[in-house]
Every structure is written in structure tokens, then in C-alpha cells.
């Protein structure tokens, strides 16, 4: 069979430990034999990070804004072990953290469903995305322990030094807490734009939540924001495609999503969308069969697995014991990278290919094989036989050559 041609380089982000492992097998079993894949290589792996005191990272993020697509393999944010276990000169920042804030991405999460691992939610028959403003809130709040009585007070002094505003957030009569809290107009409208542009892309309904009918400064502006860049920019479009944008309050939101069929992306301002991502992917099962998107404003993307770098089986596989560690959203960061790389060369084979890829992964858990981790949560009629990973990417990989 001739191999796929591709025209324009994936962005291939390198990672840490067991998922590096799986990695380099898919490329071998189900990708190299079939695409002549183009890749402009960066190594995001802690060791070559700490060599190049993480100038890879920046690098790669700027890569990905030169050629539009993007693919990372899971990596290690080093703790305070991880530098002695390595040996690193510093605690390097997470990269994930570093490629979001240079594109300016919004993070986008997505269940991979299959018959016979059923949604704990029994109404859910299609995935539900969230979308989470991955920026300030209470994540870059300042926070103080009042001691006891006294006056707190919000005050703004503008870039002139003048006070512009002054008001009494409360007078303690003792002891208490508090906390100041910010975001960015620019921050807000790139998410939004983000959002925007990804329910285009997909064709899916958009929603969007907050609580602006008690916080009618903060929340409400995000609300606003939202809604002048929705009629100004994107209205249209949505009509054209039949979709909707839906804003209403979070709790509203909660009671729809668990009363809903799936289907829509739901944008989070940053602590619901920590908190709902979580709650989403344990309720389809498992973090292990969770997409990853990083979507830019101006429509560039880095697709990863949502789950980290399986250290507990990489330990094991360094003893040469066996692992079945699940590949599934690493195999599916690939098949969606070359699916929108296919899309905007034109390449119909390339997009065609990633559709029967993500099918024969599908169809083998489906008929039964998988990793031992579905098995648990496994309830279809075939008897459910958990094998280590290299073998289940063969087992794909025979569902694959039998549909080309």
C-alpha cells in the first residue's frame, strides 16, 4: 500500500516516562507504516527541558503558531521530588502552562465513548466538552488572614496615580479572610473568541455559564463580553450552521448537563471548569479515554491526551515487568492532529485515514480487547480480555488494515 503524503509538518511535543513509551509505539505500529509523517520535532522530555533551560518549550509553542497544528505527548511539572529525581537546576514551570500563554489557547476536553462502558449519567448519549478560562479568578487571587477588627477596603489607583475608586468591602468586628480576585477584557474576549470558533469547527451547540445575578460586576462582564462578540462576530455563522450559543446561570447549567443527551460544549469561567472537567470525566469513565484540544482565538491547535504521564506502570516497565497502560487519548491526540492538519492542506486520505484509525480503536474495545483499567468498568456482551499495551495497539492496528 502506498503511504499517505503529507504536505505541511505536524508540531510533534515529545513527553516524560510511560506515556514517551507509548508514544514512539504508536508511531510504529499505526502510524509510520501507513502516512510518511512530517514532523518538526521538539523533545519536551524533563531531561532535554532542564538541558535547554525549558527554551524547547517556548520554542515549540512558537512552532505551532508558525504551522498551525500541533501534537504533545503528556509531561512531567516537576515537584519538589521530581528535582532531586532528576537533578534539575529549578522547578521548570508546567509546559502546558507556558504553550497555553503564548498561543492564548482555551483548553478543550472531550470523553471518547464506546459501547459497553456506559456513562454514569444513564441520559448522556453524547460527549460533552468543556471548555475551561484556564486565567486568573481565584487561581492568581491575593488572599489575607484579618487578625481582628478593622476596615477592608477595594481601592484602584489608576496607571496616573490617582485614586479612581474606593469602597469598604466590610468591617470586621474580629477575625476573618479575605480575598482579592482579577481577570482581563483581553483574556475573556480571546477565550470567547476561542470557544466561538471551536463550536464552529465541531458544529456543536455552545453554552455558557456564570453567576451574574449575584457578582454583577465580575461575572456580568464576562456575560457581556460573550454576547457583544457573539452578535458581532459569529451570529451568522451559527445561524448558517443550525447551532446555538445559550448563556444561563451555573447552577441552571449543572441541573440541564445531567438532565441533557450530551452533545454541546460547555465553557467555564476557571474554578467551574477545574471542577466540572473533573466531574465530566469521571462520569464517562476514565481519564485514560479524555481528549485534549488547545485552541487558540486565531484558530491554532495543540492536541494531547488530558491525563498525565502514567509514572506508577513507567517504574514497572523500567524493571521489565508488563504494563497495559491505555493509549487511547494519546492515539486520539494524533488522529485529531492529523485530521485538522488534513483538513487545512486539503488532504481527504489524510482525514479519511484518522476517521478509521480512531474506528479500529473503538471497534477493538468493542469486541472485547482493551486495557486492564476498562475492564472494571466494562459491560458489554463480549467478555471483556485486558492485554498489555503493545499488544492492544496490534490488535488495533488488525482492525485497521482490515478497513484499508
Known sequence: MEKIQMTTPLVEMDGDEMTRVLWQQIKDELLLPFIDLKTEYYDLGLPYREQTGDQVTVDSAEATKKYGVAVKCATITPNAQRVE????????????????AILDGTVFRAPIMVKGISPVVKTWKKPITIARHAYGDVYKSTE?????????????TGEDGKEQFRQTIYDFECGGVLQGQYNKDSSISSFARSCFQYAI??????????????SKKYDHTFKDIFQEIFDAEYKAKFDELGIEYFYTLIDDAVARVVRSQGGFIWACKNYDGDV???????????????????VSPDG????????????????????GEETSTNPVATLFAWTGALRKRGELDGIPALMEFADKLEQAT?????????????????????????????????????KLEASI
Do not use: C
Request: neutral net charge; without cysteine.
Open 276 to 294: 466540572m472537567s473533573d466531574m465530566v470525566s469521571t462520569a464517562f469513565g476514565s481519564l485514560a479515554m479524555m481528549t485534549s484540544v488547545l
Open 144 to 156: 489575607y488572614r484579618v487578625p481582628g477588627p478593622g476596615k477592608a477596603e477595594l481601592v484602584f
Open 362 to 398: 473503538i471497534d477493538t474495545i468493542e469486541g472485547g480487547v482493551m486495557t486492564r483499567d476498562l475492564v472494571g468498568l466494562w459491560e458489554g456482551e463480549t467478555p471483556a480480555q485486558g492485554v498489555n499495551s503493545l499488544d492492544f495497539l496490534k490488535a488495533i492496528r488488525a
Open 85 to 100: 529525581e532528576y537533578k534539575l537546576s529549578q522547578m521548570w514551570k508546567s509546559p502546558n502552562g507556558t504553550i497555553r
Open 300 to 319: 491554532k491547535y495543540e492536541y494531547e491526551a488530558a491525563h498525565g504521564t502514567v509514572t506508577r506502570h513507567y517504574y514497572k516497565y523500567l524493571k
Open 201 to 214: 469547527d465541531t458544529k456543536q451547540d455552545l453554552w455558557f455559564a456564570t453567576k451574574d445575578t449575584i
